[in-house]
T-cell receptor, first 118, second 115 residues
């Protein structure tokens, strides 16, 4: 979806390096997410943010940190990359409003960043 | 936390055969969404089901929500090579505080089609 962009699209790095993956969206959504995808494991949630002042850990947050610089920007950092962080990373946004249980939380994904840690 | 089990993990069919993937939950769901991810692509929203026993169709795709709202299925009639990809179900669950909701994805079913 062109409304959600991720940079870089591909990255090869070495063990111990600090890496930042960036996500920008023009959909005007408050909610943003970072997922990791590995073969056979589906989409696993790393961190999510319901608005600029809200950051929450997902199921696999160890070794990762995030920053929500603005409504439109949500970056994911690997402070010291390790080989088992090699994966496909997706950013997503959704239109669910905070505290509104009636929404659908339909998610709009970016194109993904393929990260390889050697 | 609430889990959704999706089966099968993989399915290979001959072009023209039908395909079905299932999502099952131990608890009652408020709704369920389905996404498709083409090889090399990103997940794309297909549909949402909300009502008990709901059935929705999109061309050759039929989506069903169980009467008890604990399971759902996606059925593709007469598969084509364009159907290749991974199909995910996703359900809305309350966070630990109970006041906000977020989507939780099943592990997906990878469909391959032999032409």
């Amino acid at each position: 979806d062109a409304d959600v962009t991720q940079t870089p699209r591909n990255r090869i790095t070495k063990t111990g390096k600090r890496i930042m993956l960036e996500c920008s969206q023009t959909k005007g959504h408050d909610r943003m997410y970072w997922y990791r995808q590995d073969p056979g494991l589906g989409l696993r949630l790393i961190y999510y943010s319901f608005d600029v002042k809200d950051i929450n850990k997902g199921e696999i947050s160890d070794g990762y940190s995030v920053s929500r610089q603005a409504q439109a920007k949500f970056s994911l950092s690997l402070e010291s990359a390790i080989p088992n962080q090699t994966a496909l990373y997706f950013c997503a946004t959704s239109d669910l409003q905070i505290g509104d249980p009636r929404g659908t939380d339909t998610q709009y994904f970016g194109p993904g960043t393929r990260l390889t840690v050697l | 936390g609430q889990q959704v089990m999706q089966i099968p993990q993989y399915q290979h069919v001959q072009e023209g055969e039908d395909f079905t993937t299932y999502c099952n939950s131990s608890t009652t769901l408020s709704n369920i969404q389905w996404y498709k991810q083409r090889p090399g692509g990103h997940p794309v929203f297909l549909i949402q089901l909300v009502k008990s026993g709901e059935v929705k169709k999109q061309k050759r795709l039929t989506f069903q929500f169980g009467e008890a709202k604990k399971n759902s299925s996606l059925h593709i009639t007469a598969t084509q090579t364009t159907d290749v990809g991974t199909y995910f179900c996703a359900v809305l669950v309350a966070d630990s505080g109970g006041s906000n909701y977020k989507l939780t994805f099943g592990k997906g079913t990878l469909l391959t089609v032999n032409p």
